[in-house]
């Protein structure tokens, strides 16, 4: 098994700026043409709203009081270098793992660097249906869940020798 080239773990990276930085663009058009938590109707069942979440996941920890947004940057740090090294000790080969961990990456920093900046994660999509409303969530939540599914998927092909 050969270990992952360094030009091809350079790509990699550069998928992951090119995912971090769309992430904050789309979280800096929806801060400037949205009010904070002001719902605009895309779709009857798609709003945009503005809201910023201060806790993790589905807003967990959110009133804990501040300490969380350290202790979260912290576990989103330490995720990040693991995810960082094992990518690295990827075969040259491999495909689709190296594309699930790029787009956790991508997405890790991405709402990282909304918690060091703000001390909130920026969240805009609103999905609802019948009165049952999904937490907002935004294009780096999007890519982690992607590269979750693809990490999942990726455990239950057999692996070629």
């Known amino acids: 098994m050969l270990p992952m080239r360094p030009s091809k773990y350079f790509l990699w990276l550069g998928l992951v700026v090119l995912l971090v930085l769309l992430d904050q663009w789309t979280k800096f058009l929806a801060t400037q043409a949205l009010e904070l ?3 605009r109707e895309v779709f009857s069942w798609l709003n945009l709203t503005l809201a910023h979440n ?3 996941a589905f807003s967990f920890l959110a009133g804990a009081g501040g300490w969380q947004r350290w202790f979260l940057s912290g576990v989103a740090v330490i995720i990040c270098i693991v995810l960082l090294v094992w990518l690295w000790r990827l075969p040259h080969r491999a495909r689709m793992l190296p594309t699930a961990l790029v787009l956790i990456l ?5 709402n990282l660097i909304d918690r060091v900046r703000f001390g909130y994660v920026v969240d805009f999509i609103d999905v609802h249906y019948s009165g049952w409303h999904w937490p907002a969530f935004n ?7 992607i590269g979750v599914g693809l990490l999942l998927l990726e455990s239950f092909i057999p692996r070629r020798r």
Request: glycine content about 22%.
């Open 139 to 145: 294009l780096a939540d999007t890519i982690i869940v």
């Open 37 to 39: 938590y002001r719902p």
């Open 54 to 56: 201060t806790g993790a």
């Open 106 to 110: 991508g997405g890790a920093i991405g």
